[in-house]
């Protein structure tokens, strides 16, 4: 069984940093993908940062890019997500996430696509 924690958001101001944490069940980290994904208040849940176990590579939003930095600890079965010079736009609900298996036409980008859930940790960036 999948589980997934996600812990570390808070509250900061706008050019803060925040380190996002997500404790995994075991072998969660050899999932197909994994990634961390946000939802703001009125808007649809979208992807943050996207790592793919088959070429150990990781994707990130436009708006990710250069600000945040995503990376797992598979000794102790944790993904991180650090999240530097945050904004007020950066301000929502962010939730780890993993797909064991690929299936058919799979896109891991998308947050249908993804099999496990964390519960959220709110972050608030302050202007």
């Known amino acids: 069984q999948v589980q997934l924690v996600e812990s570390g958001g808070g509250s900061v101001q706008a050019g803060g940093s925040l380190r996002l944490s997500c404790a995994a069940s075991e072998d969660t980290l050899n999932s197909y993908c994994l990634g961390w994904f946000r939802q703001a208040p009125g808007k649809e849940r979208e992807r943050v940062a996207t790592f793919y176990i088959t070429t150990g590579t990781t994707r990130y939003a436009d708006f990710a890019k250069g600000r945040f930095t995503f990376s797992q600890d598979n000794a102790k079965n944790t993904l991180s997500l650090e999240m530097n010079s945050l904004k007020p736009e950066d301000t929502a609900m962010y939730y780890c996430?993993?797909?064991?298996?690929?299936?058919?036409?799979?896109?891991?980008?998308?947050?249908?696509?993804?099999?496990?859930w964390g519960q959220g940790t709110q972050v608030t960036v302050s202007s």
């Open positions: 996430a993993a797909l064991p298996e690929p299936r058919d036409g799979t896109d891991c980008r998308l947050p249908s696509a993804m099999d496990y």
